[in-house]
């Protein structure tokens, strides 16, 4: 399949408090009701042996309990995306509108199929970043399950809430999220900025239990459905330094819900991190 760019508006508009305003796509009451009652085909890549593939599977058998599923390739979406009965978990390609460079990044999405001229006009109900277009699957694979737990999330929660959309659905997330006090951050050592790498200095901005760990706990906390276990995921380029934003998005490692969600443009003062202002943010928003 001739893989079609999908272009999802999501672009840092001000500040909620803490929290960056941003457009999360959030379906009609109708189109809700529709996936809930539709088969879901999850998406794999045509790379029989891709590592995300093997995650995503497994992801899925363990934690979706929304709609009947069946794992199929990207050759396979052709034939099945008019269906209006189908709807699809899939990579797609998405920039920000501002951005010139538009700089694409891998995200996973939710969308229903219908008659649609391509995978552009499908109504779109769920999208996360996953990583940079062309990044190592090794830097985001173990990151899937809490992806699938967001994905869960967030439709059970338009679906609850038919007054959401897009213009408020980030604040409704950062009033519903709650406080960080009695929650664990599980991060990466070398995701923070040098300034606030060690355990003391990371602590002296940020007063809260945080550990640094490794990609296999988090995965571990993540299918073990931890309770008050908060995981950092951080989108940042690694192998291109021209790229230039960086995005940081912390989630609930039992149930996917959202936390915090930023961006930064990468310079020679703000590079590739979660950063001390970050954490800072973090603090002000409790």
């Known amino acids: 399949m001739k893989k079609q760019q999908f272009i999802l508006i999501l672009v840092l508009i001000s500040y909620i408090n803490s929290f960056a305003q941003i457009n999360i796509p959030v379906g009609t009451q109708s189109q809700l009701n529709n996936f809930l009652n539709s088969k879901t085909y999850v998406v794999l890549k045509n790379d029989r042996m891709s590592d995300y593939n093997f995650a995503i599977k497994e992801a899925i058998e363990k934690h ?63 999208a996360i970043p996953l990583c940079y277009k062309g990044a190592l699957e090794s830097d985001y694979d173990y990151k899937i399950p809490i992806m699938i737990k967001h994905i869960e999330n967030h439709i059970t929660t338009c679906k609850a809430n038919p007054s959401l959309n897009e213009d408020n659905i980030a604040e409704y997330y950062f009033n519903k999220s709650g406080s960080l006090k009695k929650k664990t951050l599980y991060l990466l050592k070398e995701e923070v900025e040098p300034e606030i790498r060690t355990k003391n200095s990371f602590a002296s901005t940020y007063p809260y239990s945080f550990d640094y760990t490794t990609r296999e706990n988090i995965n571990s906390i993540t299918n073990n459905n931890t309770k008050n276990a908060v995981i950092l995921h951080l989108i940042c380029p690694k192998l291109n330094n021209t790229l230039s934003y960086c995005i940081k998005i912390i989630i609930d490692a039992e149930n996917g819900l959202i936390y915090y969600w930023d961006q930064h443009k990468i310079n020679k003062k703000n590079k590739d991190y979660l950063l001390k202002s970050d954490l800072k943010k973090l603090v002000k928003k409790e």
């Open 64 to 126: 979706w309990t929304l709609t009947d599923y069946e794992f199929v390739y990207e050759s396979d979406f052709k034939n099945l995306q008019n269906d209006p009965k189908n709807s699809f978990i899939m990579i797609n390609k998405v920039y920000f509108e501002k951005d010139k460079t538009q700089t694409l990044f891998d995200f996973i999405i939710v969308t229903l199929g219908g008659n649609h001229r391509n995978a552009n006009e499908m109504p779109t109900l769920c």
